[in-house]
């Protein structure tokens, strides 16, 4: 069985830790006891203890795609469905039951562009409470040809390579901020985190794993926390599918540290997505692991009992080390705090860098950071984008 460091190493590169892969993960904040601690205020929910994700049912997973030709034109597919027929928009569709995530975005780039596509990575991850996920891939095209007016059908009227979005008459705007983010990723690849796909693990709950890192102000060395019991593990809370994912983390950390003494700290970015979804309806939860930097020394930063923080071994303090910088970096910067600004998200998806930057890299990853991480996108984010509604494409019957 894995160390926690070694969980850590394996997680920073988007991997499964090696435990059990069939058993279940020690989890420090069910749905029990987040009902429990609410009945405790005199707080009434409809939530249930029993909440079990299946897909097409409790929990919905989209898969998109962001597809450039060597012409930098975007992949685009005109609607069919009645409510949006003759609008465009990226292809997109719903993960199936008893279906893979990678699988479902290569179906629906099939099916409604005619074209067969490789995902290369997966770049945005997003959220509308923790029952709706869409997954934004991209990649190439490796055959196939494209769906003209001629082969219209149910699926989609045409598919065509675009170069002037704004030409166009679009299903939502939202596809635009996927479309920057893909072009970001072809343009400075190098910069952004190595090659992502969700990692196969089944999981029969909806599950936010933390690596929470803070530095020792004595000797500054890096230490990561870790819940004792039952066994040494990275702390792990289960997702109140009514509520967003910024909620579950701060609730997270409340119970973690007492909200009296939470340490101010940032989510800094998803570092794996471990999902199996065959056989259908056994496991169709998924497990985010999260990074999160405590802003303050480990001194000030003390957890409840049932928590330590371990000190780490000086290659991982690299890793860590190197995100701690980009983490201020990102504070300081001017035209980092700009690029904060324009898309008001906090980043999701970490870059892998090796220890030593130079100031020439640095000063190229302050400018394209905010675009080389994805991002979470929660309801009241969506609601900001689009007014006072949730889009269509972003409810559960969409």
Sequence with gaps: MDSIEAKVKRLLNGETVDEDIDGPI??????????KELASKGVETSLSQDFRPIVGQTVTYIAAAVVFNDADEVLMMQEAKSRYAGQWYLPAGRVDP???????????????????FEPLTLILVESSQANWFRFTYTGRIVGGQL?????ADSESLQACWVSDIG????????CLRLIDFGRQYRENREV???????AIRPHHQMLLRLVCAVR???NNRFHVLVSEKPSPHLPVCELNPSRSLHAALKRFMQSIFSAEKLPEHRPFGVLSVEHNGIPGKEHDGLC???LVVCKVPLEESVPTQEYTWLQVEPELEGLLMNMDQMFETIEVDLDAKELIHKYSQPPVFVPQFTAGLDPQLKALITEVVIQSFAAFTTEEDIKRAHGSHVPQWHRMDS
């Design 147 to 151: 769906k003209t007016v001629a082969q």
């Design 167 to 174: 030409s166009l008459s679009l299903r939502s705007a939202d």
């Design 192 to 198: 952004w985190h190595k090659s992502q796909f969700t």
């Design 216 to 218: 020792r102000k004595e």
């Design 288 to 290: 985010l692991t999260v």
């Design 26 to 35: 020690d989890c420090d904040y069910t749905l029990e006891h987040q009902i």
């Design 98 to 116: 008893n279906e893979q995530i990678i699988d479902a975005v290569k179906r629906e780039v099939l099916e409604e562009t005619g074209l067969l």
